[in-house]
Structure formats: structure tokens, C-alpha cells
């Protein structure tokens, strides 16, 4: 992978998003990581905020990207 972990990627994501906070970009660095390490038959839950679940699923297989656009299906 082109980032090995939470520092690597902190260091490019903070250049990309210079006005985000430190805590900002830790968050979203941490999200990032868990989304790139999920396995066949993990349990994603979608969330706005802390009070509403959006959805449920399930992981069914590999990351695939699709469409012209790359659009990322997982």
C-alpha cells in the first residue's frame, strides 16, 4: 500500500488538507485505515452523526472500482 500506516498517511492527508485541525485529520486518517484493512464478512454501519444509523451491511468480497469516473464499490 502507498501509506503503511497512521503516520505516513496523517503527514500526506494534512498537506492535502491544510485548513483541517490535527484532530481532523487524525479522524479521518484512523476512518481511512479501518475502511482500507475491512475483510470478507465485516459489518459496516453507516452513520450520520452519533444519533442516526443510515444502513447496515455486510462486506461480500474484494474492493472493486468501476465505472469511468473509478467510483469505488465495496
Known amino acids: ?5 497512521l503516520d505516513d498517511l496523517q ?3 494534512a498537506q492535502a ?5 490535527d ?14 484493512d475491512l475483510e470478507e464478512g465485516d ?4 452513520n450520520r452523526g452519533t ?8 462486506v461480500t468480497g474484494e ?3 468501476t465505472g469511468p469516473g473509478g467510483s469505488w464499490r465495496r
Open 23 to 36: 484532530k481532523q485529520v487524525r479522524q479521518a486518517c484512523k476512518s481511512l485505515l479501518l475502511f482500507r
Open 43 to 46: 459489518i459496516v454501519v453507516a
Open 1 to 5: 500500500t502507498l501509506f503503511e500506516g
Open 17 to 21: 488538507k491544510p485548513t483541517n485541525t
Open 11 to 13: 503527514v500526506a492527508y
Open 63 to 65: 474492493m472493486k472500482v
Open 51 to 58: 444519533k442516526t444509523v443510515l444502513g447496515v451491511g455486510r
